[in-house]
DNA sequence: AACCTTATTGATCATACGATCATTAGTTGG
DNA sequence: CCAACTAATGATCGTATGATCAATAAGGTT
């Protein structure tokens, strides 16, 4: 057995050491939540509880970062334009759609941190879903209703219900941490087709 | 402006506090989260922290009881028997379930202390959605592959979709606050058409 | 009305946690 | 190789929180 390999490497850079610590307490609040403490979350990066307190004011401003850090470019500016390109299907469209934003959204991280922020009634939460709607669905449906042989037939609600199914999926794999697919591409796939056949949008 | 009208009604009969001890934590930790404090619940209760200590030795059995509370008769016995009933169609048979389960669940305590545990990987919500698994889309599924002309079309994965789609209209109302149709009936009712529709299920 | 039972309280303890700051030591430039 | 800069540490403070327990007083019984 050899000495231990990196002991403590001390004196990063600051830019490092900063990003070392967002990276290190999105996983860690990820995990135990908001409310986890700074003793263990310095624990676990393998450095000093003060040391987190050179970087950051406050527990509230370290928050502050992780929320950043996870919310930063998680809605591409691409997707607008990908929904409205009438060269292509709206399942080929939609497909894509899903195929990108689940890449995106199915994960630990991310789930995670967006429920316990919600819980906790953060505003930024709202501002999310309020630009989803705004961004994707208002754009969604107009594309769909071009398409539909009845438009008034379809709501935003019901972009809603499409929405929400696809999302629990994500919900069970990493809130409530349940067996489900490990790819869920064909769940979706499914749950896209039978909305579209559902307005006869082909 | 006359004295208060009742400074402090001590002496309860031990059931009934402990009762209206239960009642005000699970509202409480709805509200705050399961880490709510003890001082915050007693003194929204109007009693002393101390006051919580003679009917729970830790907080953690408040909790035990807590969950108790919120859990239990939230699965009616009744529903596989609604379900498997076959002079009733599937679309009633579905239709009466998700009104009785969307009145049950679609209240903020419910939906905030099952997230909450969901989030502390309580094993509880496992235990409850492998129940639901069981009991309801089981016995759900078989009958409507019975209904099905093509019944090795429909998967269990299909059912969870939409039972997801219909549990986000409570994790959108309770858990994120945005806004979202008041009675939840029209789009379940929608959701569940466009499922039934598109396995020619009628 | 006096008494007794016990529900409730107020004071208190031990620990957990966020935050501060003087001290230490890693790294770079000359 | 040394000195200066500063990243990182360790000790510490004040408060918050779960939990304990002897003292108090509400409400029924006689």
């Avoid at 002991?7 to 610590?21: G, S, V």
């Avoid at 591409?185 to 949008?201: E, G, S």
């Amino acid at each position: 057995m050899d000495t231990q390999p990196a002991p403590d490497r001390r004196r990063l850079p600051p830019d490092e050491r900063r990003r070392q610590i967002v990276e290190g307490a999105v996983a860690f609040f990820a995990d135990v939540g908001l409310e986890g403490n700074t003793r263990d979350l310095a624990k676990r990066l393998g450095v000093t509880q003060s040391l987190l307190f050179n970087y950051f004011a406050a527990k509230s401003d370290l928050l502050e970062a992780v929320y950043e850090h996870v919310y930063l470019n998680r809605l591409s500016d691409d997707w607008p334009t990908l929904l409205t390109d009438r060269n292509r299907s709206i399942r080929d469209r939609v497909l894509h759609f899903y195929d990108d934003y689940s890449k995106l959204i199915f994960q630990y991280e991310w789930m995670r941190i967006f429920m316990f922020s919600g819980l906790a009634g953060a505003e930024l939460n709202r501002r999310y879903l309020d630009h989803l709607g705004r961004v994707i669905f208002g754009p969604l449906l107009a594309e769909m209703q071009a398409a539909a042989p009845d438009p008034q037939s379809i709501e935003i609600e019901d972009l809603w219900n499409l929405h929400g199914g696809i999302v629990y999926i994500g919900i069970r794999q990493h809130i409530y941490q349940v067996p489900c697919p490990d790819d869920p591409t064909k769940a979706i796939t499914r749950a896209v087709d039978r909305f579209l056949a559902a307005f006869d949008i082909t």
